[in-house]
Structure formats: C-alpha cells, structure tokens
C-alpha cells in the first residue's frame, strides 16, 4: 500500500535553533517528492522538489534530503525563525500507469517559540 | 501570494442550505484541483479539470458539485451537506495535467474555512 509517514507529529523549538523533520514513504514506483509548507490558515506552498537521482536539495534556511534506497527524506531547518511556525508536509509522486499521481503526508506541526 | 485566491475565506451553513465557494487563479494555468483538508488527516483530492474537462473525480458525494466555466474560475457547489464534510476546501492550480495530476508542482489558494451546522 502507498504511505508516506511524517514524524514527528509536532515539535516545539526555541528561536535560533536547528530542526529536523522526517519522512518515510513506502510508494511505488517513485516518481518525485515534495515538501510544502502550510501556514495556519493558508494553503501548502512548495518549498523543495527532489528526484530520484538527487540527495540533497536547498532552499535559503531549508535543506531537503533524499535516500531512495531507504525511501526516507528528511527537512532541515537551520537557525530557526518564528515565521517558521507552520505545518510541513511531504508528498510524494508516484506513476500509476499512464498517469502520476500524488500520496500527502500528515505533517508535522512546527512551533518556533521565541 | 500565490496567484490563486478563494472566496469567501469563512462559511456557516446549516445542512439545508445551497451555497458555492469560488476559485480563481491569474497564473495562466490549464489544470484546477479542489481539495479537502481535515484534522488529524491528510490532503483529501477531490475534483481535477483539465482545460474546463473534469478529469479526476475521486468518489465525492453528489452533494458537492463542481463547475469550471473556463481555466480560470473553478466553482464547488454545496447542497444539503453533513456535519462531517466541514473542513478547509483548498482550490490549487498548476500548469498543465498531462501525464497525470502528479507531473506538476501546484499552487494553493488560502481556503475556505467551512462550518456545517
């Protein structure tokens, strides 16, 4: 069955610091993934798109990773600003005959408290 | 912004009722998507057109009635609605639908906030 799990569900961090976010996805065959970013109230917006073939991937303050033997990505948020506060979300595409579809995460809810 | 905006942003209707929520991107796109979001669940896709064609729709009630009169507006009709079906309705956008929903990074409206009383 196509998955794609985010941990951790929430996390709180003080301003300043350094964060990372998971996701594990279990899709096949894997076409691209995609982190997005919600802000309370507003719609995702992309903030990375990795392929196959690249394993890390930057942003400004945002560094996405990609290991499609592990099929696992991580996101890195470096020195971490009180605008960050917001869900991120994974999604990842995959081919299903002719056509390409997407499988979203749940995100995970970040809080940056000053 | 991301050249997509949805009216209104909040909505309360009771279950009797008919209203519509409206979409409307300025990016030149040729597909439009209308999502569902609940707590404590994922992206739900709902509808996808193609060039004004419906060409994705993902096992909605008929209570929920989209129309897309060109590839700028993309409306959702509501009629007679459940409590349950009260979540954030995110309309999106992206360039083209070609080889699937999946090819094309999407641009989010803001929401809809809808409450069913």
């Known amino acids: 069955k196509n998955q794609v799990e985010q941990s951790p569900q929430s996390l709180i961090i003080l301003e300043g610091k350094n964060c990372t976010l998971q996701?594990?996805?279990?899709?096949?065959?894997?076409?691209?993934l995609r982190w997005y970013k919600q802000d309370t109230g507003r719609g995702p917006v992309s903030l990375t798109i990795m392929t196959f073939s690249e394993n890390t991937k930057s942003n400004g303050r945002y560094t996405a990773t990609l290991d499609a033997d592990t099929k696992q990505s991580s996101l890195h948020i470096t020195a971490s600003q009180l605008s960050d506060s917001a869900s991120y979300i994974c999604?990842?595409?995959?081919?299903?005959?002719?056509?390409?579809?997407?499988?979203w995460g749940l995100g995970t809810s970040l809080a940056v408290n000053p | 912004e991301t050249g997509v905006t949805q009216t209104p942003r909040h909505l309360v209707m009771g279950m009797t009722n008919k209203k519509s929520l409206k979409c409307e991107q300025h990016?030149?796109?040729?597909?439009m998507y209308w999502y569902k979001q609940s707590a404590k669940k994922p992206l739900e896709l709902m509808f996808v057109?193609?060039?004004?064609?419906?060409?994705e729709n993902n096992s909605v009630p008929s209570r929920f009635s989209p129309e897309c009169p060109n590839s700028s507006h993309l409306f959702l009709h509501l009629h007679t609605l459940q409590p349950e079906d009260s979540a954030l309705y995110l309309c999106?956008?992206?360039?083209?639908?070609?080889?699937?929903?999946?090819?094309?990074?999407?641009?989010f409206g803001p929401g809809t906030r809808l409450t069913v009383t």
């Open positions: 999106a956008s992206s360039q083209d639908y070609r080889a699937g929903w999946g090819s094309y990074e999407q641009y």
């Open positions: 990016l030149g796109h040729n597909a």
């Open positions: 999604v990842v595409s995959y081919n299903a005959g002719n056509n390409r579809k997407l499988i």
């Open positions: 057109y193609s060039l004004e064609e419906r060409v």
């Open positions: 996701c594990n996805y279990t899709v096949s065959p894997f076409s691209n």
